[in-house]
C-alpha cells in the first residue's frame, strides 16, 4: 500500500518548482554583501553622472562656456577628463550595480532591508532597463565604438509613423509628466526619506539630506515635466523636431524668459540630487 507523503512532514521537503527555486536564489542574493554593494555602487554612480549634467548646465547659465547634456552625454564628458577611462570603468560598474539591483528588486519584490509595493516593482523595471542601457553606453565608449545617445525627434518620428502612433507619444509624453509630478510630490512631501536611515543620522545630517533631497527631486520635476509637455506637443503637432530629451528640457529653460536664472536654479537642483544620491548610497535601505 502506497502512502502520501504529506507537506511539512518532519525530515521531508516539498518538491520545488523551477520558479520556487529562482525564488530562492533570488531571497539569497537578495541578502548578500554583493547585492548591497551593488546597490550603493549605483546609487554614487547615478550622483555622478547628474553631477556631470548640473555643473555642464550651471556653467552654460552663468557664461562659463558650459552646455546642456543628456546622460549619455555626461559619460562622454567623463571619458575626455584626465584619466577619464579610468573613471568611466567605475561609473559602468555601478551603473551595471544599479541596474542589476533595481531589477532583481523588483522580481523578488524586497531587498535585505526593505520592502517594494507593486507600483515601486513597475518603477524598478523602467529604472533598471535605462540604467542597464547606459551601462552598455559607458562600454560602447570605452571601447571606442561611441555613445550611440541616439536622437529623440528621430525616435519620436519613428513612433509617429506607427497605426495610432500619435496617441502612443502623447501616451508616452503625458507618463513622463506624470513621472515628473511624482518627482515632485516626494519631494515636496519627503517621501524619499522613507527609504532612508534616518535613525542613524545626527540632526545636522538629517536636515542637510533632506535639505538636498527635497531640492533634487523639485529639480527632476521640473525637467521630467518638459520632456513631457515636448513629446505631447510633438504628437499633437506631429513634429518629431519638437521632442527633446533631457538636454533639450535644460537648453528649453536657458532660452525661457530670465532663462539663465531659471536653468541655474534646476541645475544647482541636479547637483543637489547627485549629492543627495551619493549620500543615499550610504543612508538607503537597501
Known amino acids: 500500500m502506497t502512502h502520501s507523503v504529506h ?47 548640473g555643473v555642464l548646465a550651471i556653467k552654460l547659465a552663468l557664461g562659463d562656456g558650459g552646455k546642456t547634456t543628456n546622460q549619455n552625454g555626461a559619460l562622454e564628458t567623463i571619458a575626455k577628463q584626465p584619466f577619464g577611462k579610468a573613471l568611466l570603468v567605475l561609473v559602468a560598474v555601478g551603473l551595471a550595480g544599479y541596474a542589476i539591483w533595481r531589477l532583481v528588486r523588483a522580481a523578488i519584490g524586497h531587498g535585505p532591508e526593505s520592502s517594494d509595493d507593486g507600483k515601486e516593482r513597475v518603477g524598478g523595471v523602467a529604472s533598471g532597463l535605462v540604467y542597464g542601457a547606459l551601462c552598455v553606453t559607458a562600454v560602447s565608449i570605452l571601447l571606442g565604438s561611441g555613445g550611440n545617445s541616439g536622437s529623440p525627434d528621430k525616435a519620436t518620428g519613428g513612433v509617429l509613423d506607427w497605426p495610432a502612433g500619435q496617441v502612443l507619444v502623447v501616451i508616452a509624453g503625458l507618463i ?8 515632485g510630490y516626494r519631494g515636496v512631501k519627503k517621501k524619499f526619506l522613507e527609504k532612508s536611515k534616518t535613525e542613524v543620522m545626527s540632526e545636522k545630517t538629517e536636515r542637510a539630506f533632506t535639505a538636498l533631497g527635497v531640492f533634487g527631486h523639485l529639480a527632476r520635476m521640473v525637467v521630467f515635466v518638459l520632456i513631457g509637455y515636448f513629446l505631447v506637443r510633438a504628437a499633437i503637432d506631429y513634429n518629431p523636431d519638437k521632442a527633446v530629451s533631457l538636454d533639450g528640457a535644460l537648453t528649453a529653460l536657458g532660452e525661457a524668459s530670465y532663462g539663465p536664472v531659471l536653468l ?23
Open 7 to 53: 507537506e511539512g512532514a518532519p525530515g521531508v521537503s516539498r518538491s520545488e518548482t523551477p520558479t520556487d527555486r529562482a525564488q530562492e536564489k533570488g531571497d539569497d542574493f537578495a541578502h548578500s554583501r554583493t547585492f548591497e554593494w551593488l546597490a550603493r555602487a549605483g546609487l554614487v554612480a547615478r550622483g555622478v553622472i547628474y553631477a556631470v549634467i
Open 264 to 286: 541655474g536654479i534646476v541645475a544647482a537642483g541636479l547637483i543637489g540630487f547627485a549629492a543627495y544620491s551619493i549620500a543615499d548610497a550610504r543612508y538607503r535601505r537597501v
Open 176 to 183: 513622463m509628466v506624470g513621472v515628473g509630478l511624482e518627482q
